[in-house]
């Protein structure tokens, strides 16, 4: 729970950056919600891109540790368990009305452009989320764990879309059956 000022105005401008898009959502709305003047706000900011910025750093740190937790409280002490327990992970991320696909897809839209600072932490993410399967891999005896982990991580990828588009809970099921022949491939039945 956000307690500074500058905690609110980053939690509030991520809530609603995710629900509404980056460019849709004035200044002038989250300094409203949180209720701080501009003079406040720079004096923690000094632009909207930088607020993006820590918002978008804010949920790459929560989205990898709460990625983490959920492997293993899903997939238990090994690592096989962890990787399959991918599709339970993102089951309970796109559970409810909230979900509007991945943060960072998001932001690769948003950003097109590679050298913009947004776009780049939308790159930074992605492969933040690789290691952590590629570890999870090595851990799991996989001959190649970088290859293991990005064919999981381009599965995860189309599964945060198709969720975001179509709303289908079948997403999920799709998403299993391949992380479970990944599994296999690299790691035998």
Request: charged letters at 25%; hydrophobic letters at 40%; glycine letters at 8%.
């Amino acid at each position: 729970m956000a307690t500074t000022t500058k905690e609110k105005l980053v939690q509030t401008a991520h809530d609603l950056f995710y629900t509404e898009g980056f460019h849709t959502v004035g200044l002038d709305r989250i300094l409203d919600t949180v209720g701080v003047t501009k003079t406040t706000f720079y004096n923690h900011f000094s632009s909207k891109d930088d607020l993006i910025i820590e918002a978008l750093r804010w949920h790459d740190e929560w989205w990898q540790g709460t990625f983490r937790k959920m492997l293993r409280r899903l997939g238990g002490d090994t690592p096989r368990g962890q990787l399959l327990a991918v599709p339970d992970a993102l089951a309970e991320l796109f559970e409810g009305d909230s979900y509007n696909g991945c943060m960072f897809v998001n932001v690769a839209v948003q950003f097109p452009l590679a050298h913009d600072p947004a776009h780049k932490l939308a790159v930074e993410h992605k492969d933040a989320m690789e290691d952590i399967l590629r570890e999870i891999a090595g851990y799991a005896g996989a001959s190649d764990p970088a290859a293991l982990a990005e064919e999981i991580g381009l599965v995860m990828e189309g599964a945060y879309v198709t969720r975001q588009v179509t709303r289908r809970d079948a997403t999920v099921e799709a998403m299993r059956r391949v992380v479970t022949l990944i599994v296999e491939k690299h790691l035998g039945a």
